[in-house]
């Protein structure tokens, strides 16, 4: 199960004051330290660097999956065959993945990385891997923070065609496991919805509705696939 770390120094306040309704940031400053990461995702907001500064984020719409809306196609659902699922077999590599800054993860900066590796060692984040069945090699996968019946994803990354995707469609599978599987409180956090993201069923949703279905989620229990 997951250690709780020691609380945050921080005040991290439901952003849902009318003046910030427009704001996605709602903070900028405080600490990466696991207590304030934590502290940070239970009221609906994750860090992303802007510039030098770390601010703090809280979009208005929100991006979520919703567990039983997933889009896979014929050749999605081909491709998948391809690969296995893996959890939580190669965090390091599928975060340093994530952090190329060939690709759009270059905001995945040291302290980022750093930070949630030690959330991974505490077991607050893991990585949803696709592995080839051909070579044996990590494909692609994801990274994403689990508290409760929430699964905020951080980034995912991919070196073979297809390899992320699956990662995705493994996850929603590993969240639908368990006693609270059929709960549809249960939630997937993926920030922004992109088109990439939508073509596989991403919506957007007001952020007080987000918030709200952040303090429902995390109240379940993890999937046993995260909470071992």
């Known amino acids: 199960m997951p250690v709780e770390p020691p609380p945050s120094r921080w005040a991290f306040a439901r952003p849902d004051d009318e003046d910030r309704e427009d704001d996605d ?16 995702y239970r ?3 994750f860090p992303m660097p802007v510039g030098r500064k770390m601010a703090w984020w809280s979009p208005n719409p929100r991006g979520i999956l919703p567990l039983d809306g997933l889009k896979i196609s014929r050749s999605l659902r081909k491709s998948a065959a ?11 590599e599928v975060i340093a993945g994530c952090a190329d800054p060939g690709r759009d993860g270059e905001w995945i900066s040291k302290a980022i990385r750093s930070a949630y590796t030690e959330l991974h060692r505490l077991g607050w984040v893991h990585s949803v891997e696709s592995w080839s069945k051909e070579t044996g090699e990590l494909a692609g996968g994801l990274y994403g923070v ?14 073979q065609t297809d390899a992320s995707k699956v990662a995705l469609i493994g996850l929603v599978d590993l969240l639908q496991e368990g006693p609270d599987g059929a709960n ?13 993201l939508a073509s596989l069923g ?10 709200d279905r952040v303090s429902a989620a995390l109240e379940l229990e993890l999937p046993p696939a995260f909470s071992a």
């Open 25 to 40: 940031v709602v903070g900028v400053g405080a600490d990466l330290e696991p207590g304030s990461l934590l502290a940070a």
């Open 43 to 45: 009221h609906g907001i």
């Open 82 to 92: 391809r690969f296995e699922i893996r959890v939580d077999t190669a965090f390091t």
């Open 146 to 159: 689990a508290i409760g019946g929430l699964f905020a994803g951080e980034s995912m990354f991919h070196r």
């Open 184 to 196: 549809p409180a249960r939630l997937l956090d993926v920030q922004w919805v992109t088109p990439h």
């Open 202 to 211: 991403a919506v957007e949703i007001p952020r007080l509705d987000y918030l």
